[in-house]
């Protein structure tokens, strides 16, 4: 054992735990190490060691050495170091996830990198490592099913903030929301984009969607009705059950396959309708609903038809309902080819005059106007803005996933400080109740100093 050359409170370029193989060929077992990177060694602990006097049982030392990704048979996520100098030694690591092993293998090759050591540039692997959405999804997954799921069932963090998460809420691909009035191209929009129709789309001149659709990537084209849908763990709506079940016969999915769905799922919402027949004519509170879908959702696409432009007082509603998403909200100026150009910048300016009242933003929205369908242009006049327009906006959705992801991760964070908020206030109450007599007489006390 001997003492670091450094302390533990300056930044070490990456540490944490990985196993590692003991020094016998057949009979030694992986054993749980803490590992901190520094300089050109990697030093290994027996603990997680905590500060003052750290000793430290071995390194392994990185100035000439080459990295290997190759796994040991019957080891997953396992990697070696085969260290040339002063003795060729093969030291065998191997991480809990795969998640773990590329993030050590992407520290060690960065530095050894630096060192003039490109040895790891010739492990195709390692030449092309990036970290995958799926990647951080699995390290994501394993912190908060591992870690924190215990922690929150033991001091009931469902009963004063949100249910538990699911597999299904963590694995969930990047949500579009489409919102309009009726017969403004929403399920148009969608078969434009998936290059394809969608088994239960209707589209025509009046209102024809009349539920909410998940339209989601599946082997084969079939249905899923909402009662269905919303008890099945591996989709994402276990939560859209506090509706009703007037909501849920107007719920349903829509699985097809096609590529753009491996990415993302969208949600067609039945048209906004105008006086009684939208609040009337539904079994369910329409604005909660839409409430509920802009919070998970991660783009919100409001689509304007430039033929009726008018914002109805049910539709204001709607809109009033993303309240706190505004950053998601996106516009889409539709049909601009059945209108002329004249006509068309006329449109565009009326219609940002009309949004500027509805949505109380202090920047302009970013408006994007064209044509979304996959039939020909009525007027061809402005067929070249249309494409560019177009190409803007299957760009930004393309960047969703990435979005997305970096969303949830920063969701998780915010979840864990504040389930360390309610232990410490938890834990604070507990030592406070006496252990037999006058607990009432505390509660009390404690639930006016929280109230
Ligand atoms: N000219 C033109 N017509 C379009 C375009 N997109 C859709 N349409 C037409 O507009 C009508 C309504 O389209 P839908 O896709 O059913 O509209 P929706 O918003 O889903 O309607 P609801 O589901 O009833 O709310 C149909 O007759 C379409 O053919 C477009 O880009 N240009
Ligand atoms: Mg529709």
């Not at 080891?75 to 991480?95: E, H, T």
């Amino acid at each position: 054992m001997t003492t670091l050359p450094f302390s533990l409170h300056e930044t070490q370029e990456k540490e944490g735990f990985l196993l590692k193989r003991g020094k016998g060929t057949f009979s030694s077992k992986y054993q749980k190490r803490w590992f901190i990177l520094y300089d050109m060694e990697l030093y290994y602990f027996q603990n997680k060691p905590k500060g003052g006097k750290a000793e430290f049982s071995g390194t392994i030392n990185l100035k000439d050495c080459e990295l290997s990704e190759d796994e040991e048979p019957g080891a997953p996520f396992s990697f070696s170091i085969i260290v040339k100098s002063p003795a060729n030694r093969q030291f065998w690591l191997r991480g809990e996830t795969k998640l773990q092993k590329k993030e050590w293998l992407l520290a060690l090759a960065q530095k050894m990198r630096k060192d003039g050591n490109t040895s790891a540039n010739n492990v195709p692997e390692i030449k092309h490592l990036k970290m995958t959405h799926d990647d951080v999804i699995t390290g994501i997954k394993s912190m908060y099913f591992e870690r924190m799921l215990e922690l929150e069932k033991r001091f009931m963090y469902d009963e004063f903030f949100t249910p538990f998460l699911k597999r299904s809420d963590l694995e969930a691909k990047p949500m579009i929301l489409l919102l309009g009035q009726y017969s403004v191209g929403k399920t148009s929009f969608i078969e434009y984009l998936l290059k394809g129709p969608f088994p239960g789309a209707n589209i025509g001149p009046e209102p024809t969607t009349d539920r909410f659709m998940a339209v989601m990537w599946g082997e084969e084209d079939r249905n899923i009705p909402g009662n269905a849908l919303s008890v099945d763990p591996d989709k994402p709506f276990t939560a859209v059950n506090k509706f009703g079940t007037g909501f849920l016969t107007k719920f349903e999915a829509s699985l097809t396959n096609s590529e753009m769905l491996k990415k993302v799922t969208f949600i067609d919402t039945p048209g906004v309708l105008s006086g009684e027949k939208q609040r009337i004519g539904r079994d369910y509170d329409f604005p909660e609903v839409i409430k509920y879908f802009a919070s998970v959702s991660d783009v919100i696409l409001l689509l304007f038809d430039a033929h009726k432009l008018d914002i109805s007082d049910e539709f204001k509603a709607s809109i009033h309902a993303l309240k706190g998403n505004d950053e998601k909200v996106k516009v889409v100026l539709n049909k601009a080819d059945a209108i002329t150009t004249q006509q068309l910048v006329r449109v565009y300016g009326s219609l940002m005059w009309s949004l500027g009242k509805v949505i109380n933003t202090p920047e302009v929205m970013r408006v994007y106007l064209g044509s979304f369908w996959n039939k020909p242009y009525k007027n061809p006049e402005n067929e070249k803005l249309f494409r560019a327009e177009q190409q803007d906006l299957i760009d930004d959705l393309n960047t969703l996933p990435r979005n997305a992801t970096v969303r949830k991760v920063n969701e998780l964070v915010k979840r864990a400080r504040t389930l360390r908020a309610h232990i410490l206030i938890i834990n604070h109450l507990r030592k406070q109740m006496p252990a037999m007599l006058g607990k009432e007489k505390k509660t009390k006390g404690a639930y006016r100093q929280f109230s």
